[in-house]
Nanobody
């Protein structure tokens, strides 16, 4: 059974950092792309970052480029999202998802985690 479990969210002050984890089970990350998405209240789900399975290529939304870093540890079957210089507008529920292709379009992903709340506030 495919399962994704996010962790690492919480409350952080502006300028702070968090590292989100996405632990996968029931399949191997070696052959799967992983995307990170977020959804703030009243807003649509948006792509934050993704990483391909083939060559590890990474992609970022313009709003997080230079501040967030996605990485994968295939031995642990886990993908991480390191978030630095956090801003109040980064506040949202963050989800990871798996699919065949690394893309920022949520429709392309087949399985989703339950999400983890990130709140950036002083």
């Amino acid at each position: 059974q495919v399962q994704l479990v996010e962790s690492g969210g919480g409350l952080v002050q502006p300028g702070g950092s968090l590292r989100l984890s996405c632990a996968a089970s029931g399949f191997t990350l070696d052959y799967s792309a992983i995307g990170w998405f977020r959804q703030a209240p009243g807003k649509e789900r948006e792509g934050v970052s993704c990483i391909s399975s083939s060559d590890g290529s990474t992609y970022y939304a313009d709003s997080v480029k230079g501040r967030f870093t996605i990485s994968r540890d295939n031995a642990k079957n886990t993908v991480y999202l390191q978030m630095n210089s956090l801003k109040p507008e980064d506040t949202a529920v963050y989800y990871c998802a798996t699919g065949r292709w690394a893309t920022m379009f949520p429709e392309a992903y087949d399985y989703w985690g339950q999400g983890t709340q990130v709140t950036v506030s002083s």
